[in-house]
């Protein structure tokens, strides 16, 4: 799904490019440079924390993965490891057995239980903040 915005980049610096090269050859160069610095950028700080959001991945463990993904893949690693980090945490979170805590009268403790405040009554003509 992101391989069109990894592509959009590119594709759409090829203007920009052509542009500054008519003015001069090493202004396209530094063009390309931004282009290339800008989709490194993007590719490991802003579309992680994006992705991050929405697969409700914490943002070391986005970070680390595009990090990760990246070292061993490449630029596809990197696009690919976010959605394979949820893919590992939704099984992790769903694996073993799962305990529901709920309350048994067999364990009241009236020495531990919250006292509720006591209500006082009110009388005629007088204010509950006085």
Same mark, same amino acid.
């Given at each position: 799904s992101q391989f069109l915005p990894v592509v959009g980049t590119y594709l759409a610096g090829v203007?920009?490019? /052509?542009?500054? =090269? %008519?003015?001069? +050859?090493?202004?396209?160069?530094?063009?390309?440079?931004?282009? $290339?610095?800008?989709?490194? /950028?993007?590719? =490991? %700080?802003?579309? +992680?924390?994006?992705?991050?959001?929405?697969?409700?991945?914490? $943002?070391?463990?986005?970070?680390?993965?595009?990090?990760a993904g990246g070292a061993i893949l490449g630029p596809i690693?990197?696009?690919?490891?976010?959605?394979?980090?949820?893919?590992?945490?939704?099984f992790a979170s769903n694996w073993g057995k799962r305990y529901e805590i709920?309350?048994?009268?067999?364990?009241?403790?009236?020495s531990l239980a919250i006292s509720q405040p006591k209500k006082r009554k009110l009388r005629f003509g007088s204010h509950a903040g006085d």
């Open positions: 203007l920009p490019v /052509l542009l500054a =090269f %008519l003015d001069s +050859p090493v202004k396209a160069l530094i063009v390309i440079i931004f282009i $290339a610095i800008y989709q490194q /950028l993007e590719n =490991f %700080l802003l579309a +992680p924390r994006i992705t991050a959001r929405t697969l409700e991945l914490h $943002a070391a463990v986005a970070f680390g993965a595009a990090i690693g990197a696009v690919l490891a976010l959605p394979l980090a949820a893919m590992v945490q939704g709920v309350d048994n009268p067999l364990v009241y403790v009236p």
